[in-house]
């Protein structure tokens, strides 16, 4: 009888440990691991994805699927390491030409990434009436000057509503320069602002050799574990792509740790709606969650120095770990920590940091079975009253968060969890599932594969352009291997376009569905 394949490994980096589950059907988790980060990021998943299957046995038949959070993308920007050469067009002159491409980027990375730009004719207005003609011309002989770039992004004004001519500069290029040219569109990659989607395009085009060698490792350490498995990447809006769709859009996997907290936390605790405070040895991430999906920033995001405007979650970080430190003469809290060290380092362990982990076994926090030495009563008065600090921290950014509603439970996870009292004032109830340390690769493991779509029209043709943008947010999550016989939109967000000469407004709508069935994706892989 051939064995019902009904499970998932979730893997998520995070910039200590790398975390592993493998959960059934129904959600229930089976494994789970941490293993520490590795430079190269690879190792540790490698380490991780092992460990679960060890731990499952014969049972590592069943695996069907392994979904990933990696910080592969974020940490190439920052390390300004394996980015490839990029052409950059941007169509919209005579309009938009005073601001160059890459402008406010950090010097080294611009010069690292740009092989030249071009700012040619075409682009719209925000009524889609046409800025310019679309130059051919000027876009083949800024193209045929260059002496090596390896891809070319293409960002014009008001695309994402208006995408006909990026589409006809991306037929142009691939006829002149030949059918594999890697050609990257800014209509794919966010909504309206000219500058900062043209940067995230320029990201994610410098980003494929990235992309290529993180899937090209995952698929190895698929075939070593002998696991006839499909892969996909965690984006950072809380669902999930299909391996090609990831090599395509690498940008999109910035963000998807936190994004994965979130939907772990929200899975784990069953809220549908709830606050999510995710504590860390450094750091605490709080975030929220509306209905089953993390809420989104709509303030530009700097990655690696650079502004960009693809929608990540709202994410609030406090300098509130279980590795902080405490100053023993004034009892600051942090912003320093110990980090992994605080095994060495902290009083708990037989150090002589005082962190904030020591306060809260002073304070009754039951940790790794160990029991704080004894303290002066000086030493002890200091360590309360950092606790008593970072609580403070924790319920100021709680309100924050709740926009004045008291009844949203704080679902509470990761390592440094204890340092959220049950009591917390202003607060709805306090909940803490089980798995929690392991969150994030929860979230990975269930998430569901999805795609979204913008369209500015006058307010008069709202639903027409809903309709739209629903359906080519639809398609989308379909590519990113949603089943197509249950994607559906989930969530449709409107805002007024200001300074128009008629009321205009631009739609966003989110698409998800469950992933479709081993079979219907055989070819991802």
Known sequence: MTATRDLSIGVDVGGTNTDAVAIDSTGTVLAHTK?????????????????????????????????????????????????????????????????????????????????????????????????????????????DGLDHFDAVAVTGIFSPSMPDQELEVAELLRAHLGPDTRVFLSQDIGPTGLLERENATVLNAALHSVARSVTEALMTVVDEEGLDAVTFFAQNDGTLMSLDYAAQY??????????????????????????????????????????????????????????????????????????TTIDPVTGAVG??????????????????????????????????????????????????????????????????LSLGRADLPLVVVGGGGFLVPDDLPGAGPIVRPDHGDVANAVGAAISLAGGRADQISPLEDREAAIAQASEAAIAKAIQAGADPLEVAVVDVLETPVPYSDRPTVEVSVKAAGPLARLGERAAAR
Request: hydrophobic fraction near 45%; aromatic fraction near 4%.
């Open 35 to 143: 293993q520490p980060t590795t430079d190269d990021v690879t190792g540790g998943i490698r380490a991780g994805i092992a460990h679960v299957l060890a731990a499952l046995g014969e049972d590592r038949s069943r695996v069907s699927r392994i979904m990933l959070g990696t910080t592969h993308a974020t940490n190439a920007i920052v390390a300004r390491r394996q980015l490839d050469r990029v052409a950059t067009i941007r169509l919209g002159a005579p309009a938009a030409t005073e601001y160059p491409p890459l402008l406010g980027w950090p010097g080294d990375l611009a010069g690292l990434i740009l092989a030249g730009s071009a700012m040619v004719g075409g682009g719209h207005m925000v009524d889609g009436t046409p800025i310019a003609p679309l130059d051919r011309d000027a876009i083949l002989r800024f193209l």
């Open 250 to 323: 690498p940008v999109l996997t910035i963000g998807s740790g936190p994004a994965n907290s979130i939907r772990g936390a929200a899975y784990l605790s069953g809220a549908t709606n709830a606050i999510v405070i995710d504590v860390g040895g450094t750091t605490s991430d709080l975030g929220v969650v509306v209905n089953g999906f993390p809420r989104e920033s709509t303030l530009p995001r700097e990655i690696g120095g650079v502004r960009t405007n693809f929608r990540m979650p709202d994410i609030l970080s406090l300098g509130v770990g279980g590795g």
């Open 335 to 400: 912003p320093g920590s110990v980090g992994y060290r605080i095994a060495t380092e902290g009083l708990l362990f037989g150090g002589r940091t005082p962190t904030l982990t020591d306060a809260a076994a002073l304070a009754g926090a039951s940790i790794a079975g160990r029991t704080l030495p004894a303290q002066t009563a000086a030493d002890e008065q200091v360590l309360r009253a950092a606790l008593e600090r970072a609580h403070v921290l924790i319920e100021e950014a709680v309100e924050r």
